[in-house]
């Protein structure tokens, strides 16, 4: 069995982990909103009209900040048709989706939501067909405590006290031909900078993202990023990053390794952002909010999902409900991993997305609603994954891929509290035919034991979770976990992801 080392000490640390990394993202598309979160009818609802079954799913899901109403959704979306009486509220088409917006659920509604799940509201502004003014609009009517007239009406409307929304997104994927209001570059960079100055000037220390690439494969990266910050460093906190991932023509090595494209993506993101300043002469650091990220089939929507026709505008139909593997789940846990190595500057992310659209839930309406493979990893590591993030220095043999090159057959991070003396281990084993022994040395700790052991592994990799069969697919206690004074051994099966607990 090939044997690989790796060495956990609190002096390699990374950074501290924002609690903001285990966020999400609700976008009106599909049926993440109706039929998933929100379904009136069904035998869990509550008085609001909320599952009380995704509910409790959220809140074992440990998610942080949830980002909301979009995603491509919100370049044509009114935030005022989202407020007021539910009976008065307009249907409006939605063009990124090719659906109808019932408006049902609206900033009030999902205030409520998050509150009931415990989780922070990140809202994204509209610029691609709206501006400066409008979201200068909907900051007055979300945090100014009263006395102006949008302040006013959202007392009207039911709620006294502001949201007190920290977390602003400037737009969404404005680099992409896709989006309604697409923009080059400079002319994003310029209207993002304005709104946010203008934001600014109502309250001086809301935290604002600027839209980075929607890809680190599309053909303006990094160049967009050196724009888009030439104009804003100095008015913004964030760059966003975007990436999905996805097997293809069978290549389950080059998939498996997709963490690497995400290292890849995150350094770049950061070396631009770095040069801005120093040209700039800025001892500012502008940090990441990676605030879509996922596997997701995108393939398959061009090919099966993609509604189209001019009178054919349903209200949440069935999109983008991937269903996912064991393979899908080890690399999503491989991306945990990747994001936690990048604490230090990536302080925000956001899985996309969360309840039936690619999604960790997934719910039938009237029926019950389920765990996919990929909420295992996102639970664990938002539940154990606390402190300060650590460098393991991990040896490791390679493999070559078609896509990204020679890389790593295992990889690593972990996480130390320094107020309960806590470690969290997270392993990923690439290797498809072979068990791997890690050593882990844990010298620089004292007083340890094993709390828990997870890996989530199967022998048939495409194994999922479904409606007929929700519990396929799940953690297993790594039995191979031992700890002999200052090192620990444990095994990692043949694509896998691990988790381990000491404390």
């Known amino acids: 069995m090939p044997a690989s080392h790796l060495t956990i000490d609190p002096r390699f640390a990374v ?56 995603g491509n959704f919100v370049s044509g979306f009114r935030w005022e048709d989202s407020v007021g009486p539910k009976d008065e509220r ?25 509150d009931k799940v415990g989780s922070e509201l990140m809202l994204a502004v509209n610029l691609g067909t709206r501006g400066t003014l409008e979201a200068l609009d909907l900051l007055e009517y979300s945090n100014i405590k009263g006395g102006t007239a949008l302040s006013d009406r959202r007392a009207a409307n039911g709620r006294t006290e502001p949201l007190d929304v920290r977390m602003w997104c400037l737009g969404n994927e404005m680099d992409g031909p896709w989006q309604l209001g697409h923009r080059s570059a400079d002319d994003y960079g310029k209207i993002a900078s304005q709104t946010a ?115 054919n505008w349903p209200v949440a139909p069935r999109l983008l409900e991937d269903s996912y593997s064991v393979a899908d789940a080890v690399v999503f846990g491989n991306l945990l991993i990747s994001l936690l190595k990048h604490a230090d500057r990536v302080t925000s992310a956001s899985l996309a997305q969360l309840v039936n659209v690619i999604a960790p839930i997934m719910t039938e309406p009237g029926g019950p609603a389920w765990k996919q493979t990929t909420f295992f990893p996102f639970a664990t590591t938002s539940r154990l994954a606390v402190g300060t993030s650590l460098e393991v220095r991990l040896g490791s043999p390679t493999y070559t891929t078609e896509v990204y090159g020679e890389v ?19 392993l990923v084993n690439r290797d498809q035919t072979q068990a791997h022994e890690v050593s882990v040395d844990i010298s620089a700790l004292s007083g340890l034991s094993v709390r828990e052991s997870v890996s989530l592994w199967d022998d048939d990799r495409s194994a999922a979770n479904t409606l007929d069969d929700p519990e ?30 000491l404390g």
């Open 90 to 114: 307009p249907r409006r088409l939605d063009l990124a989706w090719h659906s109808t917006e019932t408006n049902e659920v609206g900033l009030h509604e999902f205030s409520s939501w998050l």
């Open 472 to 501: 396929r697919v799940g953690p297993r206690a790594n039995d191979s976990t031992v700890l002999d004074g200052d090192r620990l051994t444990v095994t990692l099966p043949p694509v896998s992801w691990t988790a381990i607990s």
């Open 197 to 311: 100055k203008a934001l600014r000037q109502v309250d001086p220390d809301l935290e604002l993202v600027v839209c980075g690439s929607s890809s680190a494969h599309m053909p303006t990266f990094g160049e967009w990023e050196r724009v888009v910050l030439g104009h804003t460093y100095d008015d913004v906190d964030y760059i966003s990053c975007h990436a999905y991932y996805e097997e293809r023509n069978g290549d389950l090595g080059s998939f498996l390794a997709s963490a690497v494209d995400m290292d890849r993506f995150i350094e770049t993101v950061v070396a631009t952002a770095d040069h801005v300043g120093a040209v700039k002469g800025s001892s500012k650091k502008i940090d990441i909010s990676f605030d879509e990220w996922n596997v997701w089939y995108i393939d398959r929507y061009h090919g099966v999902d993609k509604i189209e026709g001019v009178d």
């Open 408 to 426: 790593p057959v295992l990889d690593a991070v972990a996480t130390h509290d320094a107020e309960t003396g806590a470690v969290a281990l997270f």
């Open 15 to 70: 950074g501290p982990i924002n609690r903001r990394l285990f966020g999400s993202f609700v976008e009106h598309l599909g049926r993440c909103v109706y039929d998933g979160i929100y379904e009136p009818g069904h035998p869990t609802a509550d008085a609001e009209g909320f599952r009380r079954d995704v509910i409790d799913l959220v809140s074992e899901l440990g998610v942080s900040a949830i980002r909301y109403p979009g």
